[in-house]
């Protein structure tokens, strides 16, 4: 699925390549909670945080904005979990492009966030990179 990405988001990708020497896959700017959302390649997580967090937490004090970084995937269900850490996430099943999340009972809320923010997340980045159209959390 082709994904449009505004100048302001492609801006961001090149900072956020020249910042932590990762290129990105994706940029979702959220400006309802000033925060900034990377898709980053599978394998390549660590290297965009950095030692103790200090590359993403310069960043940060570049844009002025929160930035959470998420690990792509190859498959949705590992998209989805990816989406939805730090819960633990026990299974992902995707069926009539729903999937439906099992969590750790004591994630939920997790999973949730606060104001529904993680999983609202979680459902925008599964539809733009995988067209599916919702999660559920069991």
Avoid: W
Wanted: aromatic residues 6%; hydrophobic residues 45%.
């Amino acid at each position: 699925m082709a994904r449009r990405l505004s100048g302001a988001a492609i801006r961001y990708l090149g900072l956020f390549e020249e910042t932590t020497g990762v290129e990105a896959a994706d940029c979702l700017i959220d400006d309802e909670y000033e925060r900034l959302v990377f898709v980053v390649p599978v394998g390549d997580l660590a290297s965009a945080i950095g030692p103790g967090g200090e590359t993403v937490k310069r960043l940060e004090r570049q844009v002025d904005r929160e930035v959470i970084l998420i690990e792509d995937a190859v498959h949705p269900d590992d998209f989805v979990a990816n989406a939805l850490r730090p819960a633990a996430v026990y299974d992902v099943t995707i069926e009539d492009g729903v999937a439906t999340v099992k969590v750790a009972e004591g994630d939920i809320g997790t999973a949730i966030g606060r104001d529904g923010r993680t999983i609202e997340l979680a459902r925008l980045l599964a539809k733009r990179h995988f067209e599916l159209s919702d999660i559920e959390l069991v």
